[in-house]
């Protein structure tokens, strides 16, 4: 059984940093791509950033708003994903997930794995 679980977030002030994990069993995260995603209060869960399969070459892609902020990457030996988070503003704030898709351009889900996902406020 595929699970992904996430962690790391909490809170935090504006201009601060997070970094958040994405732990799965059942399944070789380096052979697939990985988006994060968050959701905002009363908003629809929106992708912001995503890494490729490592055998596809790994390019990552970020939304416009988190664009040299946030950095994704993978760690193959703990198959992990993480989101490197800096400068954090108001507008991060949300609970943020991790999932697998097709492709990073893609919104089919190969696994139906989401976890309970992991809560970002950045308040002052």
């Known amino acids: 059984q595929v699970q992904l679980v996430e962690s790391g977030g909490g809170l935090v002030q504006p201009g601060g940093s997070l970094k958040l994990s994405c732990a799965a069993s059942g399944v070789t995260l380096g052979s697939f791509a990985v988006r994060w995603l968050r959701q905002a209060p009363g908003k629809e869960r929106e992708g912001i950033s995503c890494?490729?399969?490592?055998?596809?070459?790994?390019?990552?892609h970020d939304v416009d708003s988190v664009k040299g902020r946030f950095t994704i990457s993978r760690d193959h030996p703990k198959n992990m994903v993480y989101l490197q988070m800096n400068d954090l503003k108001p507008e991060d704030n949300g609970t943020y997930y991790c999932a697998v898709p097709v492709h990073c351009n893609s919104s089919i889900w190969l696994f139906d794995a989401w976890g309970q996902g992991t809560q970002v406020t950045v308040s002052s």
């Open positions: 890494i490729e399969r490592s055998a596809n070459g790994g390019s990552t």
